[in-house]
């Protein structure tokens, strides 16, 4: 079974545009309920029985069960007789609102995530139809439960073969867009590791080094914004709470804000192409980036958004079948690429790699590349080593390094 996801631009009229805000707004008051309810019941749990809070407590009977996704749509079907407003709403649509809840707190226990927020009027932006019609797509028009037929900018075509399962709506700064889920029931095999290998090495001085010896310098995408975004967020503080005009300046700094995702997002997957036009292996290593926004340079790390690079690069390599691992991460900066030698610990000025055992010498980035490079080989288990010859002493092959076998070995005349 493949599974892709498509966004698209749309075009509401003005009714259909208020129709999707309204619909939001009654999305975020169920939202809200359902977790007002299941934070009392859990607050009513935590301290024991002889150790009430003398202020206040919460009285729910013990026999309460908790409310979860069953329960509380048992009471969202009972309340639509007492709240008629929310008869007015697909119904599919608040059940999706309360199993997102559900699956938030599931994230909480099992992921380690944070404890559910409260919507308010901005934080609730999207809403899901979990059934769509088969063909719901008629030219640059789709038709959706409850709204009718809205335009969209249709800018690729769905391809052949796949059903349209669901459609999110999805409202950002910059308008409406409907993300609709494609399946088609195909298997598609995972590439194979054949080819021209490359390792990456990711970092803050130079976005990235490869193991073919290329460097691509660090765009600063939220640097080079910044100071239109500071005379915004300069403006904003005089602004009265609840104006128009504060509304106003709020959206503006978020189309602001987008445009900045939007060009990092377009050079990722520009760059993640680049990559995969010169090689049918691509290593990288496994980092857990999100410790690396925690740190001294925690501003200009998610500034480069290193995390969705890697995730874009990896969709990519899938899309283009060209093969993509992870290899450990550890010592891939104190490890010679051309003898294994442990060179020990650099400081970061230090941005020259030379090995005192070999006297190879390279880019500080680029050798770590060819480490994480030959680590992605010998896990496969049909590579020994691959070494990249620096000078080219009177090796042959591809020009990108020689490649030996595991059982390869010099005979005697």
């Known amino acids: 079974m493949l599974n892709l996801s498509y966004e698209y631009k749309l075009k509401p009229t003005a009714e259909q545009a208020q129709e999707i805000e309204r619909v939001l707004t009654v999305c975020r008051k169920v939202w809200n309920y359902a977790l007002r309810e299941r934070k009392d019941w859990i607050n009513s749990r935590k301290c024991a ?83 769509m019609l088969k063909n719901c797509i008629q030219g640059n028009s789709i038709k959706l439960p409850q709204l009718g037929q809205v335009e969209l900018i249709k800018s690729r075509e769905i391809p052949d073969g796949f059903v349209i399962k669901q459609a999110r709506i999805v409202r950002k700064a910059s308008g409406y867009f409907v993300v609709m889920s494609l399946r088609c029931d195909v298997n598609v095999p995972d590439p194979v590791a054949s080819g021209n290998p490359i390792g990456i090495d990711l970092g803050l001085d130079q976005f990235l080094a490869t193991s073919d010896g290329e460097l691509v310098k660090r765009p600063k995408f939220l640097k080079t914004k910044h100071r239109k975004l500071k005379l915004l967020q300069r403006r904003l503080k005089n602004k009265k709470k609840g104006s128009n005009n504060r509304h106003k300046l709020n959206r503006k700094i978020a189309r602001h804000h987008q445009h900045i995702a939007d060009t990092r997002k377009d050079w990722h997957f520009k760059q993640a192409n680049h990559i995969c036009d010169q090689a049918r292996m691509v290593f990288v290593e496994d980092i857990d980036f999100r410790v690396w926004a925690k740190g001294m340079f925690c ?115």
């Open 49 to 131: 029985v002889n150790a009430c809070s003398i202020s206040k407590e919460y009285i729910i009977p013990l026999d309460a069960a908790y409310p979860n996704y069953l329960q509380q749509s048992k009471s969202l079907t009972e309340a639509k007789e007492q709240i008629p407003e929310l008869k007015t709403v697909n119904a599919q649509v608040l059940q999706q609102i309360l199993r997102r809840l559900e699956t938030a707190f599931v994230d909480m226990q099992r992921k380690g995530m944070g404890f559910p927020r409260f919507k308010n009027l901005y934080r609730m932006r999207s809403f899901v139809f979990p059934q």
């Open 299 to 413: 501003k200009h790390t998610l500034d480069a958004g290193f995390g969705q690079f890697v995730s874009i690069l990896q969709w990519v390599c899938w899309k283009r079948g060209v093969y993509f691992g992870k290899v450990n991460k550890d010592y891939t900066s104190q490890v010679c690429p051309q003898c294994d030698t442990h060179t020990g610990k650099k400081e970061l000025k230090e941005r020259l790699h030379q090995c005192p055992e070999c006297g190879y010498t390279t880019h500080r980035d680029v050798a770590a590349a060819q480490v994480i490079r030959n680590r992605g080989l010998s896990e496969e288990g049909r590579f020994l080593d691959i070494k990249e010859n620096a000078c080219g002493d009177g090796l042959t092959g591809t020009g990108n390094g020689l490649v030996k076998s595991r059982g390869s070995k010099k005979k005697k005349a």
